[in-house]
């Protein structure tokens, strides 16, 4: 098993990403760590469950301290706790900005900021930010969610940059079009998925969380040890370009 013996936070885990993350994780002999800021259902039997806040600093350090006085310190921090709120430029409030930036950039930054002393006491970690490829191509009606996660995508280098030294990786997976919750107003609208069909390389639709979660335990497991600062995109080629029938 990849994660045998390892402590792993992960934030949104009772959402469809985190939760598939999870289930990967204990399957790989992970000890688990969930967190989310409302309550929900844990899809791992034996998993610490954890209601926090995670736009707000305190709660951050707040959570990363309950999980190291339960568990010990931890090895693996997963960010897949986000907010996705489509708002035309004209209505974008500063309550959406706020809650966008906050969820997807600055509470992902002071939960690492308060996880890293516990992966070097236990001589390095890995860190996974779940970043979109709205972090790299702009969104007309989600300024909000693409600034944030475009900040998300270059913390991530920094970020790598800075505690690589301690054996610390960080490194970010970019999910294209995935069917969850947040996006179930998509992947139900028949218009927008032949739209998408077009679009996509693979001429395909949505994909299904677990293609996520099978990329962040390759960047925590041994064979992603060399691996710092990545965006790996799991997209059917979105951030590659438009496919041939795009314009059919």
């Known amino acids: 098993m990849r994660l045998a013996g390892k402590r792993a936070l992960i934030t949104g885990g009772f959402g469809g990403i985190g939760r598939k993350v999870a289930e990967r994780f204990a399957a790989e002999g992970a000890t688990l760590a969930l967190a989310d800021t409302a309550a929900g259902e844990s899809p791992v039997a034996d998993a610490r469950c954890y209601r926090a806040d995670l736009g707000q600093v305190a709660e951050c350090r707040r959570l990363a301290a309950a999980v190291q006085a339960d568990l010990g310190d931890i090895d693996l921090l997963v960010n897949c706790v986000g907010v996705f709120e489509q708002m035309a430029f004209d209505e974008t409030t500063e309550e959406n900005w706020d809650r966008n930036v906050d969820i997807n950039l600055k509470g992902v930054f002071f939960l690492i900021q308060a996880a890293a002393p516990q992966m070097r006491r236990r001589g390095g970690g890995r860190i996974v930010n779940i970043t979109s ?42 999910p ?53 600062g990545a965006n790996l995109g799991v997209d059917d080629g979105w951030l590659a370009g438009l496919s041939a029938t795009a314009f059919t």
């Open 176 to 228: 294209g079009f995935i069917r969850t919750q947040m996006t179930e107003h998509q992947w139900t609208d028949e218009a927008f998925m032949a739209r998408l069909g077009r679009m996509l390389a693979t001429q395909g639709g949505y994909m299904e969380p677990d293609a996520v979660a099978a990329a962040v335990l390759f960047l925590c497991s041994d064979d992603a040890a060399h691996i710092h």
């Open 133 to 174: 490829i709205a972090g790299s191509q702009g969104f007309a009606t989600a300024q909000a969610y693409c600034a944030a996660k475009g900040g998300l995508l270059n913390l991530t280098r920094a970020l790598a940059l800075a505690l690589a030294p301690d054996g610390i990786n960080v490194n970010a997976v970019a």
